[in-house]
């Protein structure tokens, strides 16, 4: 290296033919240095061209817009399916409707009243509707015989008050018991036996009805006015709360002795009330001719018996 630049620049381009034998030959892999060492590169006529080794790209595939996507018809079937169950869910409504109109009708035709509970309005257990099936001028009459039955169900719930009172300052749980079958019973016992039929001879100003009411209704007066009193005739007469055991406990708990004056004054009520309406009804029964029609009733029903 350093004779070739002996008396020369060194900066100087050499020139090179390209196209020289000696060029060729170095552009053909031959190396100027001799020996091979850190460059010594081997003859690339023994090494297959680079272009042989590149992975050939895949051919381009055409594009086929006619192919169809496949769409599950699971959902169409489920709607199909419940439009069956629809349509099989209105048929039965349907078919219900017209067997309950059916009934109706002949329900109708027989003479009987269907009745839909609509009292008392947050738990309906009884059909009560005064305003539309009681007649006008008998409106009053029938409020206050329904005042008279919420106010022997407000006496006996306050009996099993006092009488609870009485039991838990030693009187026994004898009367206790008594208290509750008085309320379980005479409750919806006072509503079938007398205020029911009082209400359906007002509503169908019937004269049979009127006489069983009646008789039943005297039955209620004889026991409001017997609790009022309160003999000694059952556990000496502390079942009820009236005037007679009130007087008796008072000299021993004072408590228990008002809550018996309260029930006294209740029954007391009661029994006005209850003989208050009884009169009533009655003038109106024997007003309106009903009285009479209900002895030719009698006597027609007689007659039938005796033939």
């Known amino acids: 290296m350093a004779g070739r630049y002996d008396g020369g620049n060194p900066f100087e ?16 892999g031959q190396s ?49 399916k419940r439009e069956k169950e629809l349509q099989a869910r209105e048929a039965e409504l349907n078919k219900r409707e017209k067997e309950l109109k059916r009934r109706e009708e002949a329900a109708a035709r027989a003479g009987i009243v269907i009745e839909e509970k609509n009292w008392p309005p947050f738990l309906p257990l009884i059909h009560h509707d005064i305003a539309n099936e009681i007649p006008s001028h008998l409106q009053r009459m029938q409020y206050f015989a329904f005042a008279s039955f919420l106010g022997l169900a407000c006496c006996l719930f306050w009996n099993v008050i006092a009488v609870t009172t ?82 008796d406990l008072i000299s021993v708990n004072a408590l228990v002795g008002i809550f018996y004056f309260v029930g006294f004054g209740l029954f007391a009520l009661e029994s006005l009330l209850s003989i208050w309406v009884i009169q009533q009804v009655y003038m109106y029964f024997r007003g309106s001719g009903k009285a009479a029609e209900m002895k030719r009733d009698a006597t027609r029903g007689a007659m039938r018996a005796a033939f």
């Not at 381009?13 to 053909?28: C, H, I």
């Not at 208290?179 to 007002?202: E, H, K």
């Open 32 to 80: 100027n240095f001799g020996g091979g060492g850190a460059f010594y590169m081997p003859n690339p006529r023994n090494v297959a061209p680079a272009s042989n080794s590149r992975l050939s790209p895949l051919p381009p595939e055409p594009a086929d817009f006619s192919a169809t996507v496949d769409i599950p018809l699971e959902s169409s079937k489920d709607l199909k």
């Open 166 to 247: 009485a039991w838990i300052k030693g009187e026994g749980v004898k009367i206790w018991l008594l208290a509750i079958i008085y309320f379980i019973s005479g409750v919806p016992g006072a509503y079938v036996l007398w205020y029911r039929p009082l209400y359906n001879a007002m509503r169908t100003d019937s004269a049979l009805k009127f006489g069983l009411f009646f008789l039943l209704y005297l039955f209620h007066i004889i026991f409001v006015v017997f609790a009022a009193v309160a003999p000694p005739a059952v556990f000496e007469g502390k079942s009820l709360a009236g005037i007679l055991p009130a007087i």
């Open 13 to 28: 381009e050499e020139d090179v033919n390209p196209f020289s034998e000696q060029t060729r030959g170095k552009a053909g």
